[in-house]
């Protein structure tokens, strides 16, 4: 069949043959790049994002220790009262952070990871709360430690 065509048939059959493959493959580059894209914004929102957060978290709670360290060090009540301020403003941005990590969540493992984290921060706010009690109502240095 193909030796019986002519010359000008056989180079448009030919060239028709290889722009269906040519099209089929760009077809599939275009939907691959298009998954490639969804997955690449979904990777940035669940890992990118959520991991500034998780830094954001560590900053408030290390300001929190500095804080926590300072009360005790310092004799001067009022630069005291003002370190128990802003101890309460981290612990509010430690809930904020929280809050958008907590949308980014996708499996049950990092569901239950979260709820310890949220259950550790909660016990760790109670023990510097009752510190600060003690420390605002004039307890000993002695004692705090």
């Given amino acids: 069949m193909f030796n019986k ?7 448009i059959s030919s060239f028709l ?3 269906i ?11 691959r790049i298009k ?6 914004t979904e990777l940035y929102e669940v890992i990118a994002v959520p991991l500034g957060t998780v830094a954001q ?10 804080e926590y360290r300072d009360v005790i060090i310092s004799d001067d009540i ?5 370190q128990i301020d802003l101890m309460n403003t981290n612990f509010n941005g430690i809930d904020s952070c929280l809050k958008v990590y907590e949308a980014s969540i996708r499996t049950d493992n990092g569901r ?8 550790s921060k909660n016990n760790f ?16 240095k002695e004692e705090l430690i």
């Fill in 21 to 31: 493959i040519a099209g089929v493959i760009g077809a599939i580059g275009y939907n």
């Fill in 5 to 11: 065509m002519t010359i000008r048939t056989k180079l």
């Fill in 78 to 82: 009022e630069f005291q009262k003002a």
């Fill in 112 to 119: 239950n990871l979260y709820e310890r984290t949220i259950a």
């Fill in 57 to 66: 978290l560590n900053e408030y709670f290390q300001r929190i220790r500095v």
């Fill in 125 to 140: 706010q109670t023990a510097v709360n009752k510190f600060n009690q003690m420390a605002s109502s004039g307890v000993p």
């Fill in 35 to 40: 998954l490639l894209d969804e997955r690449d």
């Fill in 17 to 19: 043959i290889v722009a």
